[in-house]
């Protein structure tokens, strides 16, 4: 277990370090990081001097490394745009990402899990049915437009719900949260549920079908032979045989969905990480869509990481073969 | 005579499809007593399954069972509401399936499903199902059941695990196990293991045991009586004895003729020409005529019905017209 889990971590370190070198050439490519910094009538030899202090004029190998250490020490340099270190901006505008990824994922899973399975029981309702629809519409509709709709009808029309920003919050620490007042956890509705609305529908198409699959099933048969309730066969048996492909596809999705929530902060001017990027590219702040860059790559990794290591706390055949492998 | 644990009259199911109603089971009627073993033998497709499916209530839409009783000491428990035939399923009928592999939920304990299935059928607290369970794994035959009782399915080999998927059929104490094909995914030694089981738990505990299955050698060695099954119908019925040394229906006959001896005999063994009709073209008159060697103008024409011939009872024509005495 312990050899397994060490494996996926270098795997993981060497996926890192990919993602740093495209990173880091997208200072090379972007052109000469200088002129984006000075004004157009700095002389030449004050540029000779910025160049010098930014150690711009190394060879690009140990420009190379000392990019790449000072990421792992979470230093990413100074912003363009803000003069500011990168790593300070980042880590004001996480906490409102990840709060909103969070509560996107967890509107998801519950609901696509619920709807998944009670469409995969009553699978000749109406409701199923009408799940099956809304289901098509959250597909097939992109998330601006969603988001644009809900405010339309929550904020515009009904005039319930905040149509921008994240209301009031409070700091715990250097951690800023809108889940403690109520202003906050207002502003939290529309962006999260156009933010996981895609998921939902997946994970709910992804339920339904696995929940039909595993129904079929000899020791489901079995289960019923033996005079289980149907309660105990359908949500013991069956829903537990179900997780194990949900599990995968919510973990990878929670990295999209932050990778994602670059659209939904832009359509709720949502102070999060999303939108900074979106700046800085309209500003070409390279730092910043690096720094990002390396962020999100982190984040699906870790993810990946633990979703590995999930799967072998649900299945036991898993842990079997992880164990013997070790 | 006491009243048979299970008592099958008429019984007729049918399969919606969308080239018409299909009839799988055409008026198959058939006792079992207490602590008698049945064998119900045919070719793939005969209904052999569909028959103990339909006894223990688990025929799913599509199908149906359009006709006939069922009787479980008595009582009627065909067209029970659902919450009463699954209080009997487990408790009252024990049911055993093909392939022990696929038989048990791979995510939990075998433990835990035995003890899950106990506790839904008695009242009995955790520990006290734990030590039975622990009890059932060593009477089935399981070795260190304390400690194999936590292992999961996995950790089990086929015959290992055909041997809980028992324990799991016997656990309520029922008083009929319908054994669909119990042997036919494990290997040969191991085989014989599972039907002496099957056998001495039928006789501990007084259980009447319908023993599904297309090998004869099995019946043989294990049954009381034998029901030859062609076509959803049973063609010939009767103690095991005479059913294997003088078979009356030809189908039966030609089924005998089918099981190798080891007596070094070098003749070829016989077979039935065809195959079994689709259900969907199932022939008019007797189902086998058109494979039969016997066969005369009024098979092709009119259902046999069953008659009985001293102990054994057959459905074919071959017999209409000669003395019960002579038919031996």
Redesign the interface.
């Known amino acids: 277990m312990l050899a397994f889990t060490l494996r996926r971590a270098v795997q993981a370190i060497g996926v890192m370090f990919a993602v740093g070198i495209i990173a880091f050439s997208m200072f090379r490519f972007a052109g000469d990081p200088v002129n984006q910094i000075v004004s157009i009538d700095t002389s030449a030899a004050e540029r000779e001097i910025v160049r010098k202090s930014l150690g711009l004029d190394d060879p690009v190998p140990v420009q190379f490394v000392r990019y790449f250490a000072d990421a792992a020490q979470f230093k990413f340099g100074v912003s363009y745009q803000f003069r500011q270190p990168v790593s300070t901006l980042l880590m004001e505008r996480m906490p409102a990402t990840l709060e909103l990824a969070i509560c996107a994922t967890v509107f998801a899973m519950v609901f696509g899990i619920l709807m998944g399975v009670y469409s995969a029981l009553r699978r000749d309702t109406v409701l199923a049915k009408l799940f099956q629809a809304v289901s098509l519409v959250g597909i097939s509709l992109p998330t601006f437009l969603i988001g644009i709709l809900l405010i339309y009808l929550f904020a515009v029309t009904l005039g319930w719900l905040p149509s921008f920003g994240r209301g009031e919050v409070v700091k715990l620490g250097w951690w800023s949260t809108g889940l403690l007042t109520l202003s906050g956890l207002k502003a939290l509705i529309m962006p999260s549920i156009t933010l996981g609305l895609f998921q939902m529908t997946l994970i709910m198409r992804l339920v339904r079908a696995e929940m039909l699959e595993v129904l079929r ?3 489901i ?10 309660r ?1 066969i359908h949500f ?2 069956a829903l ?2 179900t997780l194990i492909p949900v599990i995968t596809v919510a973990g990878l999705q929670f990295g999209s969905v932050i990778a994602f929530s670059i659209i939904t902060e832009t359509v709720f001017q949502w102070p999060g990480m999303g939108l900074l990027f979106v700046q800085a590219v309209q500003n070409v702040d390279i730092p910043i869509m690096a720094a990002y860059l390396l962020m999100v790559s982190l984040i699906f990794v870790t993810i990946n990481l633990v979703v590995d290591i999930l799967y072998t706390v ?4 898993l842990r ?1 073969t992880v164990g013997r492998a070790s | 005579m006491t009243e048979p644990i299970l008592s099958v009259r008429n019984l007729q199911v049918e399969f919606a499809s969308r080239r018409g109603t299909l009839r799988a089971i055409d008026g198959v009627s058939f006792d079992i007593a207490k602590g008698e073993v049945l064998g119900v033998v045919g070719e793939s497709g005969a209904g052999k399954s569909v028959t103990g499916l339909a006894v223990i209530g688990l025929i799913d839409p599509p199908g149906r069972i359009a006709g006939g009783e069922i009787r479980l000491a008595g009582q009627r428990i065909d067209h029970l509401p659902p919450e009463e035939i699954r209080r009997i399923r487990g408790k009252r009928i024990g049911m055993i399936f093909q392939d022990p592999l696929t038989s048990l939920n791979p995510l939990y304990r075998v433990g835990d499903q035995i003890i899950e299935t106990i506790r839904t059928h008695l009242d009995l607290s955790e520990s006290a199902a734990r030590r039975r369970a622990i009890d059932l794994l060593a009477e089935v035959g399981i070795p260190a059941p304390d400690r194999r009782i936590d292992g999961y399915p996995h950790e089990f080999s086929g015959g290992m695990r055909q041997r809980v998927v028992i324990a799991l059929a016997i656990c309520a104490e029922p008083e009929l196990i319908i054994a669909d094909e119990p042997t036919t995914a494990l290997d040969v030694s191991v085989q014989a293991q599972i039907i002496s089981l099957i056998k001495r738990l039928g006789r501990d505990h007084g259980t009447a045991v319908m023993l599904v299955t297309h090998d004869m050698g099995v019946i043989a060695e294990t049954s009381d009586r034998v029901a030859v099954m062609y076509a959803g119908r049973v063609a010939e019925i009767g103690p095991v004895q005479d059913v294997v040394r003088n078979p009356l229906h030809p189908y039966a006959k030609g089924l005998m003729g089918a099981i190798p001896t080891l007596a070094g005999d070098d003749k070829r063994l016989q077979q039935i020409p065809g195959s079994m009709p689709r259900l969907s073209a199932i022939p008019r008159g007797c189902s086998f005529n058109p494979r039969c060697a016997f066969a005369f103008d009024r098979c092709r024409v009119e259902r046999p019905e069953p008659q009985p011939r001293g102990a054994q009872s057959v459905a074919c024509h071959l017999y209409d017209n000669v003395p019960a005495e002579s038919a031996a």
């Open positions: 099933t000899d020791y048969r079995f289960a019923r032979a033996r005079g289980l309730t149907t105990a013991g048996h537990k045989n649900v299945d036991p055949r079997a």
